[in-house]
């Protein structure tokens, strides 16, 4: 736009040139007039947008000519170069903007006018699809807005969110309301939406049932145990019936098949079942099996024992006797302040039944009276009748745990509770000996592991291991006394290498002796591993090869089991006594033996007699139909478990025999 002072300025430089023209004979160049058009002053002003958003801008632009200073506005102001451009932000309404420019000719003006448009109002819409639904139900919110550039969820929602859109909201259990704010250069705008949810139903029912055992064996019981929540009652299924609580217990007996318990509980939520399955073993249960040991098998006055036991196929072990109280099914017990004999009995029972087992430890008051005491332990060193004086009673520290492994040939005094293992040959006489274990020998030749001379005396105590040609033997002695003694030969003559002679081995042999007692001797358990060469008999036996050299010679209350029985053979004169023992019979000797009370399968006399007294004699031609033995067996010496210990184990590698089964050694010897 060109004001009216740029029209007038060049009016009058018109004018101007007019009236030089109309003047006549004066002189007028064309310079002068070229000089007035060229100085009127003049300026141009534009915008680059003319319409704009509220808030927005324009850049202004302008060039003056011919003028010197520029002054604005309007709707700005201030000072301007001739020419230059200018920023206007922010712009919230109409604008017009004036510059007016000066020069020397005068003073001209422009203007330009802006037009500001105001922004539209955002506006925002959210619906529900549906809007009311049932408990755990779901919707979907749709939504659109416009004059907007952002959306800002609220309420029971959160989040940015495009300006449109849609979105499923699930397992609604509640009432909820959906707002969505959106904002844009017109302000900000909200809607929203609320989504009603039905009552939420009655929670289900849950049930628990458990049985212990789970297991069983035929003919047993198990308990069921149950409980509830959210339930009114309950009923039994499957292998019981009936209504029931909804919490409980209930034992179920005599069981003989498997079983399969269930149980439904109802409530307003609806119902529920579990189910528990019982298994019965109808096969039958293995028997339980015990073994019960005491160690020391004898003790001094104040003294201690340990005892061991284990068991298999059990479920509890109660002790009795000297001892009381439920035990382990496996374990040790050590009992002090020992002042009597003591009997230990442990019964240990299963499905498969019971088991007992009865250990005797021994008091051994008699230590008071030992002169010497040997400390436990192993001694190398030779035993001879001067290794202690005349008349001395020489005793172990603790049964059973003192070995001599030297040379053994005490004499004249009397010893207590001692192990000797050797393989030498061991002599006694004129001494008592008790509580002694006998241990080895000479494998093989015309030897023999224990040999007793003039006025011996033996009792409790055991002979076992290699024998060589007799386990024991009294050879030509007289005054031999036995009270209890367990005999076990473990091989011998004919054995070992080298071995050439093959005569029978015997437990025990009263060879041309006189006056000689074995009471209560106990011969088990030939070694199986014997061939026939070596013709193993291991009985207890009575040889006369001299006239008049065997007499008042009796084997009373005695056993030979798994041995070849007792026999008496010779080629002297002998009047032998079988007293009250059970075993087989065998004779070959001049004189006539007696059978009294004694029991066997066989009996035969190759040569002289044999007179039978009430004796159950199944064959042979020495038989007989009498009543038989009838044991007086000292049980408390045979179920001493320092026997099983030592020779089943601690000075034995045997393990056939009683040293496999799980009996005591009396019930042993007396099937």
């Not at 436990?376 to 001599?404: H, I, K, L, R």
């Not at 193993?536 to 030979?560: K, M, P, Q, W, Y």
């Amino acid at each position: 736009m060109l004001s009216f002072g740029k029209y007038l300025a060049m009016g009058a430089s018109i004018l101007l040139l007019a009236s030089g023209c109309a003047q006549k004979g004066e002189e007028t160049s064309a310079d002068s007039s070229s000089v007035a058009l060229s100085t009127v002053p003049a300026v141009t002003l534009r915008s680059d947008l003319n319409t704009v958003a509220q808030n927005g801008g324009v850049t202004l632009s302008w060039s003056g000519t011919n003028v010197d200073s520029c002054m604005a506005s309007g709707d700005w102001s201030g000072g301007r170069a001739t020419s230059g451009s200018a920023t206007r932000s922010n712009l919230t309404s109409d604008k017009t903007y004036i510059l007016t420019c000066s020069g020397a000719a005068g003073s001209v003006s422009d203007s330009v006018s802006v037009t500001v448009v105001a922004p539209s109002t955002p506006v925002v819409n959210i619906t529900a699809n549906p809007q009311s639904v049932s408990f755990g139900g779901s919707t979907q919110l749709q939504w659109s807005s416009s004059n907007v550039n952002t959306c800002t969820a609220s309420g029971s929602w959160s989040g940015s969110r495009n300006t449109s859109g849609s979105l499923n909201r699930n397992n609604l259990t509640s009432e909820r309301t959906y707002i969505l704010t959106c904002s844009g250069a017109g302000g900000s705008a909200s809607d929203s939406v609320t989504v009603s949810v039905g009552a939420a139903p009655p929670a289900a029912p849950v049930v628990t049932l458990s049985a212990n055992p789970t297991s069983v064996a035929s003919g047993d019981s198990t308990t069921l145990s149950w409980s509830s929540s959210n339930a009114d009652g309950c009923t039994a299924s499957g292998d019981w019936s009936g209504s029931l609580g909804t919490s409980g217990s209930m034992a179920r007996n005599n069981l003989l098949n498997n079983q399969t318990y269930t149980l439904t509980c109802s409530g307003p939520g609806g119902s529920a079942s579990d189910s528990v399955s019982v298994a019965v073993n109808t096969q039958t249960p293995a028997p339980p099996t015990l073994s019960f040991s005491a160690n020391p098998g004898s003790v001094a006055p104040g003294g201690s024992t340990t005892l061991s036991w284990s068991s298999t196929n059990a479920a509890d072990c109660t002790a009795s006797g000297d001892w009381s109280g439920s035990k382990g099914l496996s374990g040790t017990q050590a009992i002090s302040g020992l002042t009597a004999d003591s009997q230990f009995m442990l019964t240990c029972g299963g499905a498969g039944g019971s088991v007992s087992r009865t250990v005797n430890v021994t008091y051994n008051p008699d230590n008071s009276a030992c002169t010497h005491i040997v400390p436990n332990g192993t001694y190398s060193t030779a035993v001879n009748s001067s290794s202690y004086p005349a008349g001395s009673v020489v005793c172990a520290e603790s049964d059973g745990q003192v070995v001599f492994t030297g040379s053994f040939s005490p004499s004249g005094y009397d010893m207590r509770g001692f192990v000797v293992k050797s393989s030498q040959e061991k002599s006694l006489s004129n001494g008592t000996f008790e509580r002694m274990s006998f241990i080895g020998g000479p494998g093989c030749g015309n030897t023999v592991n224990t040999v007793a001379g003039n006025n011996t005396i033996i009792r409790d105590s055991a002979f076992y291991g290699l024998g060589g040609r007799y386990l024991f033997l009294a050879y030509h002695a007289s005054g031999i006394q036995i009270e209890n003694a367990i005999f076990r030969v473990d091989g011998g003559w004919g054995e070992s290498s080298g071995c050439n002679e093959f005569e029978p081995n015997a437990a025990l042999n009263f060879y041309d002796t006189n006056n000689a007692l074995c009471d209560g001797c106990i011969n088990i358990d030939q070694d199986p591993s014997a061939g026939s060469s070596s013709e193993n008999l291991g009985g207890l036996g009575i040889n006369a090869h001299t006239t008049n050299l065997c007499f008042a010679v009796e084997i009373r209350n005695s056993v030979d089991y798994n041995g070849d029985g007792f026999w008496a053979g010779g080629n002297g004169r002998c009047n032998p006594l079988y007293n009250n023992s059970k075993g087989n019979m065998n004779f070959n000797l001049s004189g006539t033996a007696t059978v009294a009370d004694s029991t066997g399968r066989v009996c035969n006399s190759w040569n002289g007699g044999v007179n039978s007294v009430n004796s159950k004699m199944d064959s042979g031609n020495c038989s007989s139909s009498g009543a038989g033995v009838a044991l007086n067996l000292d049980k408390q010496f045979l179920d001493d478990p320092r026997w099983r210990n030592e020779l089943c184990g601690g000075f034995s590698s045997r393990s056939d025999g009683w040293c496999s089964s799980q009996m005591t050694l009396s019930d042993y010897v007396s099937q």
